[in-house]
């Protein structure tokens, strides 16, 4: 009877329309499947369940005491972001929703400590002190980052990504894309979190970014497509502005990367601090400049007076997960980011990101990780003696490609089917945009209690600071800025 019923409910978790019909059968599954159990029981060889327990009930103690100083000071030294190891993959590969009790517990009690900082009356802890300790703690534990990688028209399953992470609260601020990922992060960044979800209606949104051209005209510019159409999408889907207006109007912080056209210049992550001034369309233009498909771009920017002139004018940039995919390490150093969310759909890459359990991997999984090490070492050598021949371009590129990180601390990504890789470059009709929202929603949703969990505490520091910030550090009410209010605390 348990094995008919435990299939029963996979059928049904299938075929679950949305993330709160598909949670409760996950959940029925982890009483089924013995996840629960697994869950109650705090042991774990998989992290340090002594050290989590220690540090739980001394947060407990002293919110509950009043002491606000005591917990200032354990909270600054002993807050990290994988304390414990309890951000470990294996922790999460036991049931289908959540982790070890004691690590949900131990995260919500952390972000409650916060939030009772934040919003607490202290005769002994002045306003200027709360927002130096936030300010230091938030930036010593980082933050999240949402990375869109490249993929022409599978891109578009970024759109479904972003849907479930905002439904559910979890979109993080900073967002960045290469290629077709630059223009979902760019139609996400532009917009507020009122006219966001505008980007999830199939009907009403129009991402015919492909028109071929005459064989004479493609030789003229050396691509196969009319820039002309892919500029009219922007047009149409992305709101006008430089970044740093971008950034002012909705807070988000947008991030696309371009490729250099040309020898001796290196790949850039354009954002509000790079390029403040640089017109976001034009970027995610040269962003989607694919070699062979588009020309390469000359940027934009906005001068003094805010005219349009050219950016860097001898100077052109093509398709952005060339050399720069998911521009990691610059996103750490620019947005204090040392967790990594990424949408992957470059299909050169998903065939080797199928998730096997961690326990089993066996011999594919060591083959695998053998046959990456071994060529990326070959291009290495290749690279050394290429450049006194004609095929050295050649050889830069693919050792670009291969020697990226395709892959992030949680990586959503999509089945792809022959029929999608052979319209990778072909205009969608409103159905296929909304199967590819689908897919994105529902290969996102066995993931979201896991970036819940990682994110509690980073996204507990922004609210903090923005209810801080925001109030002029007055108490009428703890509200944040985006309209989330903070936990009630006693």
């Known amino acids: 009877m348990s094995k008919k019923l435990i ?7 299938d075929n679950a329309q949305d993330y ?25 060889d998989d992290y340090d369940y002594l050290l989590i327990r220690e540090r739980l009930a001394r947060m407990r103690e ?26 470990n993959p294996l922790l999460y590969a036991y049931s289908r929703i959540g982790t070890k009790r004691l690590i ?38 980082g933050r999240s980052a949402l990375l869109l990688s490249g993929g022409a028209t599978l891109g578009m399953f970024h759109l479904g990504v972003i849907k479930a992470l905002f439904e559910s609260g979890n979109l993080p601020r900073v967002i960045s894309g290469s290629s077709a990922g630059s223009i979902i992060a760019s139609m996400a960044c532009t917009r507020t979190d ?26 003229k510019q050396k691509s196969l497509m009319d820039p002309a159409q892919l500029q009219d999408c922007l047009t149409r889907n992305v709101h006008p502005g430089s970044f740093l207006e971008s950034f002012e109007r ?26 403040p001034n640089v017109v976001v369309r034009s970027a995610v233009m040269a962003s989607c400049a ?13 001068d003094y007076s805010g005219e349009i002139v050219p950016y860097m004018r001898s100077k052109r940039w093509v398709d952005g997960s060339i050399a720069n995919d998911l521009p990691m390490l610059r996103l750490a150093r620019l947005h204090n980011v040392n967790h990594y969310i990424v949408s992957q759909t470059n299909p050169h890459v998903v065939p080797f990101m199928r998730e096997l359990e961690p326990r089993k991997r066996g011999l594919f999984g060591f083959a695998r990780e053998i046959a990456t090490v071994t060529g990326r070492d070959a291009l290495k050598v290749a690279r050394q003696y290429s450049h006194s021949f004609a095929g050295g371009r050649i050889v830069d590129a693919l050792n670009d490609i291969l020697q990226q990180r395709y892959s992030g601390d949680v990586s959503i990504f999509p089945r792809q089917s022959p029929a999608q890789l052979m ?68």
């Open 62 to 87: 002293l919110r509950r005491a009043g002491n606000v100083r005591r917990l200032v000071h354990d909270l600054a030294e002993g807050l990290h972001g994988n304390l414990g190891n309890t951000a």
């Open 194 to 219: 009122e006219e966001l979800p505008e980007i999830f209606d199939s009907q009403n949104l129009n991402v015919q970014a492909f028109q071929s051209v005459s064989l004479r005209q493609a030789l």
């Open 423 to 490: 319209r990778m470059f072909a205009n969608l009709t409103a159905e296929d945009l909304q199967r590819y929202i689908r897919d994105g929603e529902r290969a996102t949703w066995p993931k979201l209690e896991r970036i819940r969990m990682q994110t509690r505490i980073s996204r507990a520091f922004e609210d903090c600071l923005a209810w801080l910030k925001d109030s002029g550090l007055r108490r009428p009410g703890p509200a944040a800025r985006d309209g989330r209010r903070l936990r009630s605390v006693s």
């Open 20 to 44: 709160s019909s598909w949670r409760d059968i996950a959940l029925d599954l982890d009483r089924l499947e013995g996840g629960d159990a697994w869950k109650q029981d705090e042991m774990s």
């Open 290 to 302: 694919v070699p062979g498909v588009f020309p390469p771009v000359m940027l934009e920017a906005l």
């Open 104 to 141: 949900e517990e131990y995260l919500e009690e952390a972000a409650r400590c916060l939030d009772y900082i934040c919003v607490g009356d202290f005769p002994d802890f002045s306003a200027a002190e709360k927002v130096l300790f936030f300010k230091r703690t938030g930036t010593s534990f």
């Open 7 to 13: 299939a029963s409910r996979l059928r049904e978790l």
């Open 250 to 275: 909705t807070r988000r912080i947008l991030g696309v990367t371009v490729s250099p056209a040309e020898a001796n210049q290196q790949p850039r992550l354009l954002n509000y601090l790079t390029a």
